[in-house]
């Protein structure tokens, strides 16, 4: 508690400076965003489907032993047929929200597209939507009325760690694309910067979406995904968690590297 003498040299400060002492003291507690998912998909028998996803088809989605990043397991996807899905609901509404996650695209034509969405909307109306050579072999794409390619590159067969952090407060809305070696040798800015949404309109997320293209044989595999609100990671990461509120996902054991 303040003594009275500390009290009243307080009040003689300018009132921009007290309010900038207050917002300095309660800043890293006002801003921190809330960890969403960290899915190591250890927890499960393989051919399992991880809790708190979803699929249109069971066929498209399994937790297998190889190839893997990290520890024994990770996720399968595979989605050879359009408008054939699978997803990860957040259990409420996001603003400013970044994913990370280990991607292993076992082909360069075509193989997997993301989009961070609302489930009040239809696909076309999503914000970020990305596709691992969705037009280009070889490149991310982004999705804005038709494929572009990004200048970020990739290679397939192999692990590579991305980040993407999608903020529907900026004006014009826009997401960035971190891709790197490991989750702590991201480069500090982003190899892609303020791309478009599909649709400028979302102004929340709730959801994280994976699909295929087409009938491309060939499927993807994600390791330790890590879902959190704002674009810093949340403190006291370090720590296993369990689900609260409407949140489904069965948290797994976190893996500090």
């Keep these: 508690m303040l003594s009275c003498f500390w009290k009243a040299d307080i009040m003689k400060l300018p009132i921009v400076l007290l309010l900038f002492i207050i917002g300095?003291?309660?800043?890293?507690?006002?801003?921190?965003?809330?960890?969403?998912?960290?899915?190591?998909?250890?927890?499960?028998?393989?051919?399992?489907?991880?809790?708190?996803?979803?699929?249109?088809?069971?066929?498209y989605m399994d937790v297998v032993?190889?190839?893997?990043?990290n520890g024994e397991k990770s996720l399968k996807v595979e989605c050879p047929v359009d408008e054939q899905d699978v997803w990860f609901e957040f259990g409420r509404e996001v603003q400013v929200v970044s994913l990370e996650f280990w991607i292993f695209p076992s082909t360069s034509n075509r193989t997997l597209s993301v989009l961070l969405l609302n489930g009040s909307v239809e696909r076309g109306e999503a914000g970020p939507y990305m596709g691992w050579a969705a037009q280009t072999p070889g490149r991310i794409d982004k999705y804005v009325g038709g494929w572009v390619a990004t200048g970020t590159e990739f290679a397939d067969n192999e692990w590579t760690y991305i980040k993407?952090?999608?903020?529907?407060?900026?004006?014009?809305?826009?997401?960035?694309?971190?891709?790197?070696e490991d989750r702590d040798n991201l480069p500090e800015e982003p190899q892609e910067k303020g791309l478009a949404y599909r649709n400028s309109g979302l102004t929340a997320f709730d959801r994280v979406l994976f699909l295929g293209w087409s009938n491309v044989a060939g499927p993807a595999y994600i390791d330790d995904i890590l879902i959190y609100e704002g674009e810093e990671r949340p403190s006291g990461v370090f720590i296993s968690v369990e689900p609260v509120g409407k949140l489904a996902a069965k948290w797994s054991t976190i893996k500090v590297r």
């Design 24 to 59: 300095v003291a309660i800043a890293p507690f006002a801003f921190a965003g809330d960890l969403i998912l960290f899915e190591t998909f250890e927890d499960y028998e393989v051919g399992d489907d991880p809790a708190g996803w979803d699929t249109d088809n069971s066929n």
């Design 65 to 69: 032993e190889d190839p893997v990043k």
């Design 164 to 180: 993407i952090v999608a903020d529907t407060t900026r004006s014009p809305k826009s997401y960035d694309i971190y891709l790197g």
